[in-house]
């Protein structure tokens, strides 16, 4: 009876929301380089997910600026509000999981677990788990060097700084980030493969025997050109999509069959907040907006 519960368990469709907090103008500045990078993650989310596992990706709306800057902690503070109403929203919409930010920086994960009670995955914790299970010592190379602060901070918020490498962990390089992860969806993927390989050969000269890449878009764009493996060494690169979604399908699914889910310990950081103070802070008119809805997505992985 059990081993039947399980297999109608991952029988039933999975779904989740990917909550970006980054925009489609700060991706690409082309609406047509924009559809081909989102629509070709979505395609490689489909290669990796299983087949009645749908991932809606949606944008924040009204707390984004021009530019990328949830780095920054006050842009950021005004950017979680939005993002956690949106998953908020999405556990009553009937999602079973959620992806609280596009960036690896995983900014609102704890705020956005104590919000709901359905499984929420962070993309740095995913692929450091991950890479943990394949390897001794990970390095994540990362784009961009204001991201390396808040990589190191996850680092360090996991306490896995024993499972780094010593020297630099969290290292960066700075891409032409769109243009690379466009020519790539369009068949010429050298260049983007040849820059991120160049910087995690030196993470394997320091002992990594398992690379991260600490940037979700540009994982999945490395991930679907085939790139699995640090050029010559054995050493595994891991990328955050795939992680993120194979932990929450297996979070979903002992959710369904064993009834297990997060803890709701008075000491631990992820106790669901009580009714009674989402109950005032609504009537006080705080959080959920009518624009904040996840209605329509702007991209689905789901292809009935």
Avoid at 27 to 45: G, I, S
Avoid at 55 to 71: C, M, Q, R, T, Y
Avoid at 247 to 254: G, K, N, R, Y
Wanted: glycine share 6%; hydrophobic share 40%.
């Amino acid at each position: 009876m059990v081993v039947e519960g399980v297999r109608a368990g991952r029988d039933e469709e999975v779904r989740i929301l990917w909550i970006s907090d980054t925009t489609p103008q700060q991706m690409a500045k082309n609406p047509d380089d924009q559809a081909l990078v989102y629509e070709n993650m979505l395609e490689y989310v489909r290669s990796v997910a299983r087949s009645n596992t749908k991932v809606d990706i949606h944008f924040v709306k009204d707390n984004a600026g021009e530019a990328f800057s949830p780095w920054l902690r006050y842009p950021r503070a005004l950017l979680a509000v939005e993002v956690i109403e949106r998953v908020r929203q999405a556990d009553r919409d009937g999602y079973d999981a959620a992806f609280p930010g596009m960036c690896f920086g995983e900014f609102f994960l704890e705020e956005a677990r104590q919000a709901v009670t359905m499984p929420v995955v962070g993309a740095a914790e995913s692929s450091m788990m991950v890479a943990q299970l394949l390897g001794k010592k990970f390095a994540v190379v990362t784009t961009f060097q204001r991201f390396e602060r808040p990589i190191e901070d996850r680092l360090r918020a996991h306490r896995w700084e024993s499972r780094a490498i010593g020297n630099r962990p969290i290292r960066s390089y700075t891409p032409d980030l769109s243009q690379q992860m466009v020519d790539a969806y369009k068949g010429r993927p050298e260049r983007m493969i040849e820059e991120f390989d160049q910087h995690a050969q030196q993470c394997v000269k320091e002992g990594a025997d398992v690379v991260i890449c600490g940037c979700n878009p540009l994982g999945a764009a490395l991930s679907k050109a085939g790139y699995k493996e640090v050029a010559g060494t054995g050493v595994p690169v891991v990328t955050a999509l795939s992680s993120m979604i194979k932990q929450a399908e297996m979070l979903v699914d002992l959710k369904r069959s064993l009834g297990m889910a997060k803890s709701e310990a008075l000491v631990g950081p992820y106790m669901t907040t009580p009714q009674a103070v989402l109950e005032d802070l609504e009537a006080r008119g705080i959080g959920m907006k009518p624009s904040y809805s996840n209605a329509e997505p702007a991209y689905s992985s789901w292809t009935p």
